[in-house]
């Protein structure tokens, strides 16, 4: 995953990169379920997707940035977590979880 500027908006996108010649069958149809999955959520925390760019050998699946940190730089940059961080975070992992499982 690589953190890309639109140069239109000015906007923060995640982008995917698939190069075409390294995905087998299998490989080309779990992408294909992954772009769907992610086309068909709508959670606060899941990225959604922006748009999907195909060429001859690569294809691009580009995402909306999450607002902050990932959890993990969120965790190194505090060095310490706190009872009430960790409450947090396990909230929000607990309602994708949810959202997930109801799906």
């Known amino acids: 995953m690589k953190s890309a500027i639109r140069l239109d908006t000015q906007q ?3 982008v995917k990169i698939y ?13 294909k379920n992954e772009i769907f999955l992610f086309k068909t959520l709508d ?3 899941i990225p959604k997707v922006a748009e999907i760019i195909e060429e001859e050998h690569k ?5 909306e940035a999450c607002r902050g940190p990932s959890l993990f730089m969120h965790v190194m940059d505090m060095g310490q977590v706190t009872e009430n ?5 396990a909230a929000q992992i607990v309602s994708i979880m949810r959202y997930l499982h109801k799906k």
């Open 12 to 14: 923060i996108k995640l």
């Open 59 to 63: 294809l691009y699946v580009v995402l």
């Open 19 to 31: 190069r075409k010649n390294e995905l087998t069958p299998e490989l080309t149809q779990m992408v």
């Open 85 to 89: 961080d960790c409450q947090v975070i």
């Open 43 to 45: 959670h606060p925390n």
